[in-house]
């Protein structure tokens, strides 16, 4: 298990998920975002108005979810 938070995965606080897989701290980090955007946190709107700046272009974000996955594999495991 890994341990990642929000925002090394582009959001905008200290949360921290804890994860096998990156799809699994992928899908939990999305989770946590559609939480802060129902609560209208505005430091995570802004998080997520660049995440969509960057989804814009498929390349651009192919370049973003590569880094983030080699940044999770490069993680040691929990103790």
Partial sequence: MKTMNCNQLGGACE???HAN???EMAEMAQKHGMEMFQKKDEAHLKAM???QEIMKSPQEMKVWFDNKKLEFENLPEDK
Avoid: G, P, S, Y
Wanted: no cysteine; net charge negative.
């Fill in 49 to 51: 108005r660049e995440m």
């Fill in 15 to 17: 949360q921290e998920f």
């Fill in 21 to 23: 897989t990156f799809e």
